[in-house]
């Protein structure tokens, strides 16, 4: 379990989806592109082919110009002909590679299932997902693991007995009304002190309780019709589940009202509130805390963060404003719709049909993936090992490691250069990029998982979720461990953490097609190079940038350069805001601008590397008629290629501060004037603006 209070940065959300049981991606069978095609070769050059260098041109619509619609041009073939298979969201080269480290992961847990020998990590792993994949047991036991919770819920009946219930469901990780966890404190990066944070919301946050458009209010009915379903499926009456519906909305939209929102969730003194355990009894005089910290097993709690004061007074009016059936109703709900997915099929296909609505996607997921997604949730860094044993070798490793020193010496090189920094701050971000740690691949230490896994599934789901809620509470107090990851070695994406001050990429991105030591270095600077230039720059958006060195949040910058700063993030904001998602959803340029800065950052630091590798090489490699420079912004463009369901982006428009693709090439390049330079673009082109913004 990460800390609540701030996210980790990732690189790329594509498929959030809110709600406490994240959705995970689902896979898609191989073949979905059309047959490669000739390339569009250049008269004259040589060189090798494209492929060899690591550019697809089947993804490429190459009678698209560049200078016009570079995105069209690197990604127009895959997102005009390509079909999003259909028990997927969204397709393209990051979904190919979640295929293929899918597939090794399912025939890793089908031998450690089928002859785990004596290994007991095997034999942990295998047991889980063998749990996981028999269907017959999870028709037979229907809703009844979750039966012993229900019948807690089912005795409230005052107040007194609805606050004991929450720390009940707290302790097994089902987070009615807020959320526990710990976190680094952002003030004293040494130590681990407690977190609660606003959450309860089924729906993915809370303008879909609030807005008042068509496809919203849609959204809601169907989420409220969801919700009866899941209590029919409890055996309630039709009137009685109707009703039971009527009163979990009721209550979610009281929860709304009172939450923050998706832009304040990213202003890190929005969201830290250090208060003890007598500021916390102020804030929320109802709530018994003592007996709350005492029922999770943790009395001696001191220092804790909430996301916000107001949040936690104004639940506390909130818990005394209903009647005790109507929190039995939404403590049942948030309960069973947090569990739905490790129960008999009936809750497996309302849940299905609620993400549906959501995300457009037409198929559930074979169980196989969802077992193996289950599996790397639970026990991530148990079934990594072997993924990074037959995935990434040393060489690999020494690669990649390479490429990041190459990009942190390239910011080295633009923070002694940049105009509008003064002396003062430029010590301190020089400071701050000279401490900033890196991990690549894996971790170099395995966790442990000190949980029992047996032959029932839910019952394995619930005891992995209350010791990892344990073992992120028993570090409140203790000194930051700085050895561990938040993401498991297969996963396809890569982080900053600025309380940690550090970048962390998993041996599942540093994968063809975005990494291989056989690509022209062109290529692996575009792709990867720029995801480490992303995740450094992290370090230095609005965001990262109120983050020191040591990972305390403290204003580093002198007045003056911090002025020019927010002028250049002013840029970059308005520059997003501008863009259509789909028609007539606009980007959030506020919500998406740490992305967009780190985008924009990213492939400029990744470019000076690239050139400063490429420095006094005595041959260009050129490949498929492109040089080398064209070769690595289409290394960059097709790492975002991705067709991508329009449900899709329009809840990544309303909840995700990531940019939706084609705008991260396209508002990136625009952005980076090397691009015009190497495509020769004409002046005020889209790809090459009057006016280019960009921080970094
Ligand atoms: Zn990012």
Request: charged fraction near 25%; hydrophobic fraction near 40%.
């Amino acid at each position: 379990m990460r800390s609540l209070a701030l996210a980790p940065i990732l690189l790329l959300v594509l498929t959030a989806c809110g709600g406490e049981d994240a959705v995970t991606p689902p896979l898609a069978p191989s073949g979905a592109l059309p047959p490669p095609t000739a390339a569009p070769v250049a008269a004259g050059a040589p060189g090798i082919s494209l492929e060899a260098a690591g550019i697809s041109a089947a993804e490429m619509d190459v009678k698209a110009d560049p200078c016009q619609d570079f995105y069209q041009f690197a990604c127009g073939t895959l997102v005009d002909k390509s079909e999003i298979p259909a028990d997927r969201t969204s397709w393209g080269p990051v979904a190919q590679l979640q295929v293929r480290n899918e597939e090794f992961l399912r025939a890793t847990l089908d031998r450690a299932r089928d002859k785990a020998g004596d290994d007991p990590a095997a034999k942990k792993i295998g047991a889980w997902y063998g749990a996981c994949m028999n269907e017959d047991a999870l028709e037979k036991s229907g809703a009844k693991p979750l039966q012993p919770l229900l019948d807690g819920i089912d005795k409230i009946k005052d107040v007194k007995g609805l606050y004991a219930e929450v720390a009940a469901l707290h302790k097994h990780a089902i987070f009615p009304f807020f959320e526990v966890s710990s976190q680094q404190d952002f003030k004293d990066a040494t130590l681990v002190i407690a977190a609660l944070d606003q959450s309860g919301l089924g729906l993915p946050n809370r303008d879909y309780y609030l807005d008042d458009d068509a496809h919203t209010k849609e959204i809601r009915t169907f989420y409220q019709g969801y919700v009866e379903r899941l209590f029919g499926l409890l055996g309630a009456r039709g009137d009685v589940a109707k009703k039971a519906a009527e009163d979990v909305l009721r209550i979610e939209t009281a929860l709304a009202k009172i939450s923050q929102d998706k832009v304040a969730r990213r202003d890190p003194y929005k969201i830290y509130n250090k208060i003890d355990r007598k500021g916390l009894a102020a804030a929320s005089k109802g709530f018994p805390w003592d007996d709350y910290w005492k029922t999770l097993g943790f009395p001696e709690v001191k220092d804790i963060s909430v996301n916000s004061v107001p949040y936690f007074t104004a639940l506390d009016a909130l818990l005394k404003a209903e009647k005790p059936e109507a929190f039995r109703n939404y403590l049942t709900s948030v309960t069973v719709r947090s569990q739905a997915s490790r129960l008999s099929s009936a809750f497996v296909k309302e849940r299905f049909a609620m993400k549906q609505k959501l995300t457009g996607q037409k198929e559930l997921e074979p169980r196989w993936r969802r077992c193996v997604s289950s599996t790397d949730d639970a026990l991530g860094e148990l079934l990594g090992q072997e993924y990074v044993k037959q995935k990434f070798d040393a060489d690999s490793k020494r690669e990649a490691k390479a490429l990041v020193e190459g990009i942190r010496g390239a910011m080295k090189t633009e923070l002694g250069g940049l105009p509008w920094m003064d002396a003062s701050t430029r010590t301190a971000a020089v400071d701050k990029l000279t401490r900033m740690n890196d991990k690549i691949g894996y971790p170099d230490h395995w966790r442990s998982y000190d949980f029992e896994v047996g032959a029932d599934y839910a019952a394995n789901a619930l005891a992995a979720d209350a010791f990892d809620l344990a073992r992120t509470l028993k570090k409140v107090g203790k000194p930051v461990d700085r050895g561990e990851w938040q993401m498991s070695p297969p996963t396809v994406n890569a982080y900053y953490d600025p309380s940690l001050n550090e970048m962390v990429f998993p041996a599942g991105i540093l994968q063809a097609p975005f990494f291989d030591k056989r690509f022209t270095p062109a290529v692996n600077y575009g792709s990867t190079g720029a995801v480490m230039g992303h995740e450094l720059t992290h370090g230095f958006d609005d965001e990262g940038s109120q983050f020191d060195g040591s990972g305390n949040l403290r204003n580093w910058w002198s007045d003056a350069t911090g002025k020019l700063f927010k002028e250049q993030t002013k840029c970059v904001i308005d520059q997003y805001s501008a863009y259509e998602a789909v028609p007539g959803v606009h980007v959030n340029g506020e919500l998406t601008a740490g992305e967009n800065i780190a985008d924009i950052g990213g492939l400029a630091l990744a470019y000076s590397a690239y050139r400063n590798v490429r420095k006094g090489a005595k041959d260009p490699i050129t490949s498929g008629g492109y040089t080398e420079d064209q070769l690595f912004f289409l290394a960059y463009g097709q790492s975002w290629c991705s067709k991508i369901r329009p449900e899709v982006l329009e809840m990544m428009a309303k909840t995700n501060p990531h940019s939706p693709p084609r705008f991260r090439v396209d508002g990136v390049v625009a952005d980076v004037p090397a691009f015009a330079q190497a495509f020769s673009c004409k002046a005020s082109t889209p790809m090459r603006p009057a006016k280019a913004c960009g921080v970094w």
